[in-house]
């Protein structure tokens, strides 16, 4: 790299970290409005420049719902050294923002006490395009990831039962970023259907099994999940996560819907 376009890099990245690009904000911040945080500033528009025209090209399916709240317990069936852990809850919150995309919000806590938010914006609740983690006993957020490319993507088969899988391919790093980019993969094979009232007797419709691998940059499987095609909604949620530290269990104990 020559030094002049270090320098244009430089300053690049300088107006970039100015404007709040990157989205490194002080969590005091973010904790005074979760939600006005969330649905400014991980907008559809928020999307790396071509990605989200990929993806509406070979799914420009819309959602009907505007809004899914749903309260959920994970349950612990594998724990390091056979401990016991805290009693977690989640609060995962889907926004439609039109065509096959929702903003997400996934608030956390740990007996009782608030622990961690993820935000983000993703393709039906299954991808996420662009994301951000707040610690709340820290100082500042970390900063903000997004997909800058993909690879390869195979949209879901919401419409019908659905066999074969699901290969996406992306380029993952922060919005600054222009090399050295992570190359990560989701690998989903489509399982059994049933009601999706099993998960939450709220829900309508069916959901199908998706089981999933999720690969780092080096193609390496890093963690299982399975998750649900939720076919009324359109969208997915989280049923099962393994991961080499933990197996955990997400029970659906309420959701409202609008």
């Not at 899914?68 to 349950?75: A, F």
């Amino acid at each position: 790299m020559t030094t002049r376009l270090r320098r244009r890099t430089a300053l690049a990245a300088l107006t970039l970290l100015s404007a709040g690009c990157v989205g490194v904000v002080p969590v005091k911040n973010v904790e005074s409005d979760k939600l006005g945080y969330l649905t400014k500033t991980f907008t559809l528009q928020s999307v790396s420049g071509g990605v989200a025209a990929d993806i509406k090209a070979r799914d420009a399916g819309t959602l009907p719902f505007q809004k899914i709240v749903l309260s959920v317990t994970p349950q612990f069936e594998v724990v390091p050294g056979g401990g016991t852990p805290p009693t977690f809850h989640s609060s995962w919150t889907l926004i439609n923002v039109g065509g096959p995309y929702v903003q997400m919000l996934d608030e956390q806590t740990s007996n009782g006490v608030e622990t961690r938010q993820d935000y983000g914006i993703s393709y039906r609740n299954l991808l996420t395009l662009r994301g951000q983690t707040v610690q709340v006993n820290r100082t500042d957020s970390s900063m903000v990831m997004e997909v800058r490319g993909l690879q390869s993507f195979t949209p879901l088969a919401v419409a019908g039962p659905a066999a074969g899988g699901i290969d996406i391919r992306y380029q993952w790093g922060n919005p600054i970023q222009l090399a050295n980019l992570a190359t990560l993969g989701i690998r989903c094979g489509y399982g059994a259907r049933y009601a999706a009232s099993r998960l939450n007797p709220k829900l309508l419709g069916e959901a199908q099994e998706l089981n999933c691998e999720y690969t780092n940059n080096n193609g390496i499987v890093q963690d299982r999940a399975v998750r649900a095609l939720l076919t009324y909604y359109g969208v997915t949620v989280l049923v099962r996560k393994q991961t080499a530290t933990a197996t955990v269990n997400f029970k659906i104990d309420d959701a409202t819907i609008s």
